[in-house]
């Protein structure tokens, strides 16, 4: 389809399919893995040794490397721990501190992935992040509709609706500029962010820019 970022973790459950996917795809030469950009993440269960987290996401991969490793949940588990939902008795104490140092031993530190949409535009937390230069990449950005803790409150928005109508798009299409991981599972849907995302940037380039920052930092969203 020509999505180039894949946001993958060991969680998900997604690592080995991703991995054979893509290196099928590298092998036969359709893309370069320079090309991408994989993402994984962390789980709490790996706290204590996040260079064997990331080992054992690698082999799920069968790849040399990631572009970008997230500390999934900001929760500890034990090293069995192995469910989405844990049970209560397979939390440990967080030590931020030593998760910290584990990843320093993995790659720099760069991005905080964080739930961030015209709904919930994370200001704080973005003015933070910049003065830390630390990049702030959006999951859920069409707000997770769909998902137990999302909704169609950002597609269905009036301002969204208004401007997609404006600019002959769909309101994912127009959600869907800037550092955001959109997930899709249907061929309709990946093909419209695909073709949106293109679109948008080529209407951008001649000028008439709606990233996800003018939505965000958009007076007419709510606070
Ligand atoms: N770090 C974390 O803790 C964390 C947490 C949550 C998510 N994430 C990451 O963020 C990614 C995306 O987040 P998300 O799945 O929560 O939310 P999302 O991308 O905001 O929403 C996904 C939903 O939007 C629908 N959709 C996609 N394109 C659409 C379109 N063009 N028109 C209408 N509906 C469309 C999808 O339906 P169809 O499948 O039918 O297209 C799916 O139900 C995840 O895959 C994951 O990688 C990370």
Known sequence: MGYRHFDTAKIYGSEPAVGNALMEAISDRRVEREDLFVTSKLWGSDHHDPVSGLKQTLRNLSMEYLDLYLVHWPVTLKPWARFAVPNE??????????????????????????????????A????????????VSAYSPLGGPGNSWGSTAVIDHPTIQSIAKERKATP?????????????????????GEGGLFELHRKAEGGGSHSLSMFIDSPLMPA
């Open 172 to 192: 994912p299409q127009e959600k869907m500029r800037g550092s955001v991981v959109p997930r899709s599972e249907s061929n309709a849907n990946k093909g419209e």
């Open 124 to 135: 704080k937390l973005r003015e933070v992040c910049g003065d830390h230069k630390i990049h």
């Open 89 to 122: 008795d397979e939390f440990e104490k967080l030590d931020l501190e030593s998760t910290w140092a584990g990843m320093q031993k993995c790659l720099e530190l760069a991005v905080n992935q964080v739930e961030m949409h015209p709904m919930w535009r994370q």
